[in-house]
């Protein structure tokens, strides 16, 4: 998983239709979500001010991203894989130019392009074509000891895959940026880091070679795996799939049947840029699903857990809900209204069939990257958190990254700070929670990245590698590799 270091409301009705368990869910009706002026308002306050943590913060030379702020921190290679995704956003929202998109996403892609790769311990950016996992904010080079990560390339290289398929213009910045992203792909030797076959490594250090754990079963990875079934050069084969397939952990949670993985991240990240809507691998044909059912399905269940409480968590509730990756207050133990209660600070938190591992600390994105599954229960979770709990959550760049009302006595934390009373608060935006909500925003009101990412035949050769037929997939093969879907 991609682990960071370091630091009452009456439910609104949405006009959304809602697949029923046993199905696979079907591409709604064209067209934007019918919302009241209340909602609207909020959406596009929420959608601007998150768009605006990626355009102000990003480095304006290099682009890269760093991991949070307002803590100084590293740079984050997936964070600038979140970036990336955002500019045509802003685009089309008319929050910033095409001209001025293009250029931050082209100086972005030259900086990570002419990056030095090498095997040197200190000095380099990545190696075969890999970046790795944090870098220094200055130079771009490797941040300490951290590893050669295969998933946060992938992530990088998710948002540039985007970007190249909506720049698609004649003029020589958008010919330069879809040139540059085939280069980095045409680049990374997926091949290589598989040394464990059919599986691929989380990554690898100049000085103890390759890490000993390979993506496997069902995670965030989905989306490096396609990258790597259709990279344009050295690609893996299908028994990659097949064999990560054969990991996956089926069971019942609260009520739903799906796929297991406990924090949302791993429900969301591929999806930010695949509509796995309508189109099956091997696996969801034989439960007669998709992947975006089964994320609906895992969204519903946390919220369920959330509604039953079995630890006694403040606040916990129909609309206060959310587990997955995040800040947390302090790592300890504190007795609180005379529970003993044990809390962490950044930590993969989450509740499944799985596994549970939930310290009262509420994210978010986990609603906020969930909203194109299930609207009608993330969008009146969001407004509530921001009605509850007002500046001390919701602030300059949209929701700060967690909050946990439990710990609300006062005391000092590790991290943010607790309000008497109300409950702790995080003071960190991070940037890999802040992507997901801004883009899969954007897919549930207009559909942009998933409909622009249809037609970029990198990602096209993935699914087809994959064994995912039907739906808008099949529509597009017939119409040929290149076409954009519309």
């Not at 304006?60 to 956003?89: E, K, N, Q």
């Not at 892609?109 to 000095?123: I, S, V, Y």
């Not at 591929?270 to 091997?282: A, K, L, N, T, Y």
């Not at 801004?438 to 994959?466: C, D, F, K, T, Y």
Request: aromatic share 12%; glycine share 10%.
């Amino acid at each position: 998983m991609t682990l960071r270091r370091g630091l009452a409301v009456t439910p609104l009705v949405l006009l959304v239709a809602c697949a029923p368990a046993g199905t696979s869910s079907a591409p709604p009706a064209s067209g934007p979500p019918r919302l009241t002026a209340a909602e609207e308002a909020f959406v596009d306050t929420l959608q601007h001010r998150t768009f605006e943590f990626f355009w102000d913060l990003a480095d304006t030379t290099s682009g890269m991203m760093h991991d949070r702020w307002p803590t100084r921190s590293f740079v984050s290679v997936a964070s600038t894989g979140f970036a990336l995704t955002a500019y045509p956003i802003g685009v089309e929202r008319g929050w910033v130019s095409r001209e001025r998109a293009a250029a931050r996403t082209l100086r972005t892609l030259e900086f990570h392009w002419q990056g030095r790769q090498d095997t040197t311990n200190a000095g380099a950016m990545g190696y075969r074509g890999f970046f790795y996992h944090f870098l220094h904010p200055g130079s771009g080079t490797r941040f300490e000891d951290v590893e050669l990560s295969s998933i946060d390339t992938a992530l990088l290289l998710s948002g540039a895959l985007f970007c190249q398929s909506y720049f698609d213009r004649a003029t020589p910045s958008e010919r330069r940026i879809r040139a540059l992203v085939d280069s980095l792909l045409a680049r990374v030797e997926w091949d290589w880091l598989r040394v464990r076959p059919p599986f691929i490594s989380h990554g690898w250090t100049p000085r103890g070679g390759f890490i000993e754990w390979d993506w496997r079963g069902y995670n965030e990875a989905m989306i490096l795996n396609l990258l790597a079934l259709g990279a344009p050069a050295h690609a893996v084969g299908p028994e990659t799939w097949r064999g990560w397939a054969e990991g996956y952990r089926w069971g019942t949670f609260h009520g739903q049947e799906y796929l297991g993985f406990a924090p949302l991240f791993g429900h969301q990240y591929s999806h930010v840029w695949v509509d796995f809507r309508g189109i099956q691998d091997d696996a969801m044909r034989a439960k007669g699903l998709d992947y975006f059912e089964n994320s609906r399905r895992a969204t519903y269940a946390q919220r369920a857990y959330a509604i039953a409480n079995p630890s006694g968590f403040k606040d916990y509730g129909e609309n206060i809900w959310g587990l997955t990756a995040c800040d947390g207050p302090l790592d300890g133990k504190v007795t609180v209204r005379g529970r003993e209660r044990t809390f962490q600070t950044y930590s993969a938190r989450g509740a499944c069939h799985t596994h549970v591992s939930d310290d009262g600390t509420i994210c978010p994105s986990a609603a906020g990257g969930s909203i194109a599954f299930a609207p009608e229960i993330s969008l009146p979770a969001l407004m509530a958190m921001r009605e509850r709990y007002g500046e001390h959550v919701f602030r300059r760049y949209g929701f700060v990254d967690s909050f946990n009302p439990t710990l609300d006595v006062a005391m000092k934390t590790q991290h943010g700070r607790v309000v008497p009373g109300v409950g702790w608060f995080d003071d960190d935006y991070l940037g890999i929670d802040q992507g997901p909500i801004l883009a899969m925003l954007e897919n549930w009101r207009s559909g942009l990245v998933w409909r622009v990412m249809r037609g970029n035949p990198h990602v096209r050769r993935g699914l087809i590698a994959a064994g995912f037929r039907g739906g808008w997939l099949d529509e597009v093969s017939k119409a040929g590799v290149g076409a954009k879907s519309k």
